[in-house]
C-alpha cells in the first residue's frame, strides 16, 4: 500500500515507518520536524516538510500522490505543556487532525489508523482499563485526542472513512537494533529522562508525588515497547472497514511505579541515579494500565517485548549509541 505517515519523523511514527518499509509498503512522511527529526527515517523515503495547519502543502501532497491510507501521528502531546498552551493543543491537534480528515475526504483516501491516548480515560472508574470505560480526559491534551476521535467516528457512521484508534499507553524504548531511539526537546517522558541522569545530562529525576494511592505511592503506568506499537499499527492497517471506527487500547496489561522505573534503570546501567520527592504535578492520574484484551483477540497481536529491564535496556542502547540524540 502507498501511505501517508504524518508525524513520520518522530519517534513512535519513525518505528512504524521502520516497520512498514520492511513490509514493503511505500511510505511518504509529513512532518513539521518541529519534534521529529530527518535523520530518524532512512534517505530514501519521502518526507514533505510541512504543517497540518498549512492547508496549501497538505492538499499538495494529496494531489501529488494517490494514498491507499493514512496513519496519523503528528500532534503535540506533553500533558503538563497542553494545561498550560491549551489553545495552541487545540489547534494543532484538533484543527490539524480535521484539515487532515478534509483532504482524505477530498481525495476518497478511505482509511485512517489514529494515534490516540489513553489520556482520552482520565482517571478510569477501575483498573485494568477496557476501550468501553468512560472518557474523561483530564487535560487539554487528553480532550484532544477525545475530540479527534469523535470526529472521525462521525466521518466514518457517515460511511467517509474507516479508522481504527490505536489508544496508546506509555511508548517506550528504542529499535533493538539501535538505529532509532527517542529523542523529545525538551525531554519529559520518564525512561528516556532517568536516563539522561544516568548519563550525567542531568544531576536528579524528580519523583512528582509520592502520596498517590499506589502500592508505592508514585504513578503507576504501561509501558509499552515502540516496536509493539508499531506492530499494531501493521495489523491495524489490515483491519480499517470502511463506515467503521474501532478504537483498541495498546498496553501491556502491567502496570509499573515510577520508583519500579527508577530501580530497572539503575540495574541496566549500573548508575546510581539519584532521585528527589517533589510534589504532584496538575492532570496526571494515579494509575493506568490498559486491559489489551480486544487488540489481542480481534487484531491477533500480541506483544514481544514485556520485561520491563528490557524494554530500558534498549532505550538505553540507543542513548549509549547517541549521547546527543539525533544531533550528533
Ligand atoms: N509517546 C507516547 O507515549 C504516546 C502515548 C500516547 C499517544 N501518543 C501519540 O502518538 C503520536 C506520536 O507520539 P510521539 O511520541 O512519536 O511524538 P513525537 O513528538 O516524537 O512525534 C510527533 C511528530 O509529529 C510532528 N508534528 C506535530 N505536530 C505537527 C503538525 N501540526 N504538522 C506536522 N507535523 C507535526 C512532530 O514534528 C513529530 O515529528 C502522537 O499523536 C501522540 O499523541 C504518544
Known sequence: MKILVTGGAGYVGSHCVKLLRAGDHDVIIYDNLKQGHRQAVPDDVPLVRGDLLDRKTLADVFDNFRFDAVMHFAAMLNVNESVQFPRLYYENNVLGSLNLLGEMMTHQVRKLVFSSSCAVYGIPPRLPITEDMPKNPISPYGRTKWIVEMAMHDAAANHELGSIFLRYFNACGAAIDGSIG???????????VVLEVAQKKRSKIHIFGTDYPTPDGTNVRDYIHVDDLALAHLLALDHVQEGRAVAYNVGTGKGHSVREIIESARRV??????????????????????DPAKIK?????QPQITE???????????????????DE
Not at 549500573?270 to 490498559?290: N, T
Not at 483477540?297 to 497481536?301: P, V
Open 297 to 301: 483477540t480481534e487484531l491477533h497481536w
Open 308 to 326: 520491563i529491564d528490557a524494554i530500558v535496556a534498549s532505550a538505553w542502547n540507543w542513548h549509549k549509541k547517541h549521547p546527543n540524540g539525533y
Open 269 to 290: 546501567t549500573g548508575h546510581s541515579i539519584p532521585a528527589e520527592e517533589s510534589p504532584r504535578r496538575e492532570g496526571d492520574p494515579p494509575e493506568l494500565y490498559a
Open 182 to 192: 527517542e529523542d523529545h526537546d525538551p525531554e519529559y517522558h520518564l525512561i528516556p
